[in-house]
């Protein structure tokens, strides 16, 4: 490999280690923003019998970016839900590799058709401007920075499989059968932010 090709890859690793960062850090902000309103309005309904109006409202859409970020980085590490009994079936390496090529080529079909509804929601927000209803922070905030993160899971969710597709894809071509890594969970980095 040239210098220039070195320097791509370099780049490649650097922004796909920065984007999995980035999706750690919107996960942890989002676990514990979400986890502090909870326990604000429990302890202000259940110990001051008061409540504190928007705290709700806000850990509801901040779960949006817990949920859709968790499922971005379930795709990425293969640990997201899945119910197949076909390890029962198939044996060989080279068929569940077919077969994983297979179910991330239909994984990743279906988030891309799903992608421009999550732009034309995305943009539908953009052009509303709808506002919240609680003024929980002094003011009322766009709702639009909630509603974007169903089109960030969904790009990011499809981009994976998208990428793991192609990584089978290359092992079946090149009839490599001992690629059995893209058959299990990824390892957990070493830090996890």
């Given at each position: 490999m040239n210098s220039a090709g070195a320097g791509w890859a370099k780049a490649g690793h650097v922004l796909w280690d920065g984007l999995l960062r980035l999706q750690?850090?919107?996960?942890?902000?989002?676990?514990?923003?979400?986890?502090?309103?909870?326990?604000?309005?429990?302890?202000?309904?259940?110990?001051?019998?008061?409540?504190?109006i928007g705290v709700q409202e806000l850990a509801a859409y901040s779960a949006l970016w817990l949920y859709f970020s968790g499922a971005a980085y379930g795709t990425y590490t293969r640990v997201h839900i899945?119910?197949?009994?076909?390890?029962?079936?198939?044996?060989s390496p080279r068929q569940m590799m077919a077969l994983k090529f297979l179910t991330n080529l239909i994984s990743f079909g279906l988030l891309a058709y799903i992608v421009p509804w999550g732009w034309r929601y995305l943009e539908w927000g953009l052009t509303r401007h709808e506002q919240s209803s609680s003024t929980f922070l002094g003011s009322t905030y766009d709702i639009v920075f909630f509603q974007s993160a169903i089109f960030y899971g969904i790009v990011l969710m499809a981009f994976y499989f998208f990428v793991e597709t192609l990584q089978c894809l290359r092992a079946l071509l090149s009839g490599d059968d001992t690629r059995t890594d893209l058959l299990t969970d990824r390892p957990e980095a070493d830090t996890w932010i």
């Amino acid at each position: 490999m040239n210098s220039a090709g070195a320097g791509w890859a370099k780049a490649g690793h650097v922004l796909w280690d920065g984007l999995l960062r980035l999706q750690r850090l919107i996960m942890l902000a989002a676990i514990v923003f979400t986890t502090t309103a909870i326990m604000i309005e429990v302890v202000m309904r259940y110990i001051f019998s008061s409540s504190i109006i928007g705290v709700q409202e806000l850990a509801a859409y901040s779960a949006l970016w817990l949920y859709f970020s968790g499922a971005a980085y379930g795709t990425y590490t293969r640990v997201h839900i899945t119910a197949e009994l076909t390890h029962l079936i198939f044996r060989s390496p080279r068929q569940m590799m077919a077969l994983k090529f297979l179910t991330n080529l239909i994984s990743f079909g279906l988030l891309a058709y799903i992608v421009p509804w999550g732009w034309r929601y995305l943009e539908w927000g953009l052009t509303r401007h709808e506002q919240s209803s609680s003024t929980f922070l002094g003011s009322t905030y766009d709702i639009v920075f909630f509603q974007s993160a169903i089109f960030y899971g969904i790009v990011l969710m499809a981009f994976y499989f998208f990428v793991e597709t192609l990584q089978c894809l290359r092992a079946l071509l090149s009839g490599d059968d001992t690629r059995t890594d893209l058959l299990t969970d990824r390892p957990e980095a070493d830090t996890w932010i």
